[in-house]
């Protein structure tokens, strides 16, 4: 049998806490985003904001495996979350120009921009809705299609 303080350990009380704090700052990233003069800033900010929501389920569902190694929070969540796996493809392949706009190199349209900025904020919306953390919706908040 085993005693309630050693299920309360397994648990991992601090989770749902990151969890709302990691949404709350991809919330503050998407804004940020949106409001950023360059479009490789408002790509970079949007980036790092769904990556922001996908760490808020990591904080959530992963658990310590035994395989040694690196992974991307992006890999990880396609394991946590099989749902989630087109999303994560998704934002994947923009991690490269993530970092090319970030360093202030590469090109990045206003358009890619835009686009990023409303996929990120779907993606939120959709972390939002799975974790079951309410968030009041900031300046990027435009329609979700598809």
């Not at 996908?54 to 992974?71: D, E, Q, S, Y």
């Not at 979350?81 to 994560?88: C, G, H, K, M």
């Not at 409303?118 to 598809?146: H, K, N, W």
Request: aromatic fraction near 4%.
């Amino acid at each position: 049998m085993t005693s309630s303080s050693t299920m309360t350990a397994r648990i991992r009380p601090s989770a749902p806490g990151a969890a709302r704090d990691l949404i709350a700052a991809a919330s503050r990233g998407l804004t940020d985003a949106a409001l950023a003069d360059h479009p490789r800033e408002q790509y970079a900010l949007a980036h790092l904001a769904a990556l922001r929501a996908a760490a808020a389920v990591l904080a959530c569902h992963a658990r310590p495996t035994r395989r040694r190694g690196p992974r991307s929070a992006w890999e990880l969540l396609s394991m946590v979350a099989p749902d989630l796996s087109e999303w994560a493809a998704f934002f994947a392949a923009g991690a490269a120009k993530r970092a090319a706009a970030e360093a202030g190199v590469g090109q990045v349209s206003q358009r890619e921009a835009a686009d990023l900025i409303r996929e990120a904020e779907c993606f939120l919306d959709l972390v939002c809705t799975r974790l079951q953390v309410a968030r009041q919706p900031g300046l990027a908040t435009l329609s979700c299609t598809g």
